[in-house]
């Protein structure tokens, strides 16, 4: 099966950048549509960013000027280079790929396994 595995998260100061990354492993053909979550403390978990197959971006309103999403689709990657961090944006960090293709068939709904940013004021 496969995995998506994140890395990038960590404490920064307000004002101050990250950059989070999501990995898919084992042997994938095609990626759908690919995303990033956040659930802050006490929070339901939020949409802040997707971005197509042909690369269409969507940002929540929240993040908008402040965050990038990106894919290599060569690297079966997703990236999301946050900037300017408030202390709002404290959370923990969850890639999604709608649907991808494997050597085994399609799997839908895939998630990351979370990473934690914390942004100090």
């Known amino acids: 099966q496969v995995k998506l595995v994140e890395s990038g998260g960590g404490l920064v100061q307000a004002g101050g950048s990250l950059r989070l990354s999501c990995v898919a492993t084992g042997i994938v053909f095609t990626i759908g549509d690919m995303a990033w979550y956040r659930q802050g403390p006490g929070k339901q978990r939020e949409l802040v960013a997707t971005?197509?197959?042909?690369?269409?971006?969507n940002y929540a309103d929240s993040v908008k000027g402040r965050f990038t999403i990106s894919r290599d689709n060569d690297k079966k990657s997703v990236h999301l280079q946050m900037d300017s961090l408030k202390p709002e944006d404290t959370a923990v960090y969850y890639c999604?790929?709608?649907?991808?293709?494997?050597?085994?068939?399609?799997?839908?709904?895939?998630w990351g396994q979370g990473t934690q940013v914390t942004v100090s004021s």
């Open positions: 999604n790929i709608e649907r991808l293709t494997t050597n085994r068939g399609p799997q839908y709904d895939n």
């Open positions: 971005i197509s197959k042909s690369s269409d971006t």
